[in-house]
């Protein structure tokens, strides 16, 4: 089975509560509260796991006691990671789903810095592991501490082993796009925001991939329609509408594990993120983030339209 690196700089111990009702400014009661461990690199290696198709581990920071919680909530799961421990406490994030508005409010904390010695730790332990995956996923934002020239480097590494690289993240990327990615998977906003460019179409999407030499762009757009950019051409895939969205985060961080190992596998990529996206619409029916039934997401796929443009 291929193995895939997750590189999640920004870990965070996860909070989904839950409220009849969310009243600003007023005092909020939960009917509910659950904990897991999650960041985009953690909610990949979780949905990969759940899909079966690739064997996934997380390179990661992790510090302090809400560290240690976040460590035994993945040891809970199975879930495969390499850790450097630092000075500074790993962040708690908290999703509130209020009911009576079905609406999901994400409450994010700073991440701590972190230190040039643990900056270089995370890399070294990066070259060591790499020779051992098929795949490398850069998966969302990077805390204080980390340069930019981190995943830039990465993906150098990864290029010269013929290992294919995914990034999915918008903030300070602009000088990794060129650098010979294999995947890029945004959402249309985070696209507009690269490209400077008000009003995202497929021939735009069509003429960033090739401007950058990326192999493969893949953009969501919520519950409406994505769209794929290939070397073999250009596609829209609709996934049916759900009746219920419980919590959308880790969505994207789902579609991304399907989608990469699925690839790897050998399936056709418009397919596999056809994958992708249901699995990242049955996530959106779970409370948890990248939590989702596997036969609910190949029911979802069965539905999901294909056209090539």
Known sequence: MNRILALGLNPAYQKT??????????????????????????NFIRAAHLWGRAEAVVLQPLGGVVGDLLSEALARENLSAVTIRTAGCTR?????????????TEIIEPSAQLSESESAALFDAMEKILPEVQGLALCGTVPPGIAPEFFRDAIRLARARGIPVLLDAY???RGLLSEGLTFLKINGEELSHLAECQTITPERIAQFREAHGIAVLAVTNGAEPAFLSTQEGLFRIAVPRLKVCRNPIGAGDTCDAVLFSETLEGTPVPEAFALGLAAASASCMTREPAFFDPGEARKLCRQTVIERI
Request: aromatic share 0%; net charge positive; with cysteine.
């Open 17 to 42: 509560i839950r409220l009849n009702r969310l009243i600003a400014g007023g005092v909020n009661r939960a009917t509910e509260c659950r904990v897991s461990a999650s960041g985009k690199g953690i």
């Open 92 to 104: 708690t994030c908290s999703t509130l789903l209020c009911d009576s508005s079905e609406s999901a």
């Open 171 to 173: 903030r300070e990327v």
